[in-house]
């Protein structure tokens, strides 16, 4: 049987990148010393700051961040995969990009990924986001092998847009992941229910680190990292919004029993849309 142990890693990052630094080295020390192979940290692991303007004088290129060159020194200390689920490095143009990057056990970056879609709402209780005016969106889906498994990359709001997982899933992604920096109300509304989606219709497991808690910027973020399972099934979850970890062993064959059980990718279809325009049997719609 194949088995890969992972880790959530849950923070509360604050506004400055050496600070949130300490912190995720403090956790992830803990979460390999727990026999975590790969660990996952959640999106803006580096910082999570409101005004656009001191996030814009922050910005680094990648190989120049300083929470991505912590992130390989200690994927290389601890010889595991460590998976920084994003932090916001600079895209050109006086944009971030929402960057996650996957080490591995040598330091060396694997692959990285930038957050497509972004989060341009005003919520009923008076929060008003828009990711666009600050970050680049990205243009490429990802996946990574690492140990046996593939890891399809995804950050926070993608997490709504299920097209992007399941193409994921048909590129070969036995893990799917999502870590985020949720809302408290949507989190709330929809954090549970959005992961298991993802999870069972694609027949794969769902790994998702959340940031938790009231952050030094003022906003609030839901917490509850999660590990789900290729059947839907919540195998590990953090209680709440505290920082911590979050520790399970994949057993990695359970995904093709899943997707043997409930063969969706393979029995999908193309389909027209007819636009509300009237047809009659064997009418082809444009």
Same mark, same amino acid.
């Given at each position: 049987?194949?088995?890969?142990?992972?880790?959530?890693?849950?923070?509360r990052?604050?506004?400055?990148?050496a600070?949130?630094?300490?912190?995720?080295e403090?956790?992830?020390?803990q979460?390999?010393?727990?026999g975590a192979?790969?660990?996952q940290?959640?999106?803006?692991?580096g910082?999570?700051? $409101?005004?656009? #303007? &001191?996030l814009?004088k922050?910005?680094r290129?990648e190989?120049?961040?300083p929470v @991505?060159? &912590?992130?390989?020194?200690l994927a290389? #200390?601890?010889?595991?995969y460590?998976?920084?689920?994003s932090?916001?490095?600079?895209?050109?143009? %006086?944009m971030?990009?929402?960057?996650?990057?996957v080490?591995?056990?040598?330091g060396?970056?694997?692959?990285?990924?930038? $957050?497509i879609?972004?989060? %341009?709402?005003d919520?009923?209780?008076?929060?008003?986001? =828009? +990711?666009?005016s600050?970050? /680049?969106?990205g243009?490429?889906?990802?996946?990574v092998?690492l %140990?046996?498994a593939?890891?399809?990359?995804?950050?926070?709001?993608?997490?709504?847009?299920?097209?992007?997982?399941?193409?994921?899933a048909?590129?070969? *992604? %036995?893990?799917l !992941?999502a870590?985020a920096a949720?809302?408290? /109300?949507?989190? +709330?509304a929809?954090?549970?229910? @959005?992961?298991?989606?993802r *999870?069972?219709e694609?027949g794969a497991f769902?790994?998702?680190?959340? /940031?938790g808690?009231?952050? #030094?910027?003022? =906003?609030? !973020?839901?917490?509850?990292? @999660?590990i789900?399972?290729?059947?839907? =099934?919540?195998? *590990? +979850?953090m209680?709440?919004? +505290?920082?911590g970890?979050?520790v399970?062993?994949?057993?990695?064959? #359970?995904?093709k029993a899943a997707r043997s059980k409930?063969?969706n @990718? $393979?029995?999908a279809?193309s389909y027209r849309i007819?636009n509300g325009?009237? !047809?009659?049997?064997?009418e082809?719609?444009?």
């Amino acid at each position: 049987m194949r088995e890969l142990i992972v880790a959530a890693i849950q923070m509360r990052s604050g506004v400055t990148p050496a600070a949130n630094i300490e912190s995720m080295e403090v956790l992830v020390r803990q979460a390999a010393s727990r026999g975590a192979r790969y660990v996952q940290t959640p999106e803006m692991t580096g910082a999570l700051v $409101k005004n656009r #303007e &001191a996030l814009r004088k922050s910005l680094r290129s990648e190989a120049e961040d300083p929470v @991505l060159r &912590a992130a390989s020194a200690l994927a290389t #200390e601890l010889g595991i995969y460590l998976h920084i689920g994003s932090t916001a490095v600079h895209a050109g143009n %006086d944009m971030a990009a929402n960057r996650g990057v996957v080490f591995d056990p040598n330091g060396a970056s694997l692959a990285s990924y930038d $957050k497509i879609h972004m989060f %341009d709402v005003d919520l009923d209780n008076g929060e008003s986001w =828009r +990711e666009s005016s600050t970050y /680049q969106p990205g243009e490429m889906a990802v996946t990574v092998d690492l %140990d046996g498994a593939r890891l399809g990359m995804g950050i926070c709001y993608d997490v709504r847009f299920p097209h992007l997982f399941r193409d994921l899933a048909l590129a070969g *992604a %036995d893990i799917l !992941t999502a870590p985020a920096a949720f809302t408290r /109300q949507t989190g +709330e509304a929809h954090w549970h229910v @959005l992961q298991r989606a993802r *999870a069972i219709e694609n027949g794969a497991f769902m790994i998702s680190a959340a /940031q938790g808690g009231v952050h #030094e910027d003022g =906003r609030e !973020t839901y917490g509850h990292s @999660l590990i789900v399972d290729p059947w839907g =099934r919540v195998i *590990a +979850e953090m209680q709440g919004d +505290e920082p911590g970890i979050l520790v399970a062993s994949l057993a990695l064959d #359970e995904v093709k029993a899943a997707r043997s059980k409930i063969p969706n @990718l $393979k029995n999908a279809r193309s389909y027209r849309i007819n636009n509300g325009v009237q !047809t009659t049997m064997g009418e082809q719609v444009a």
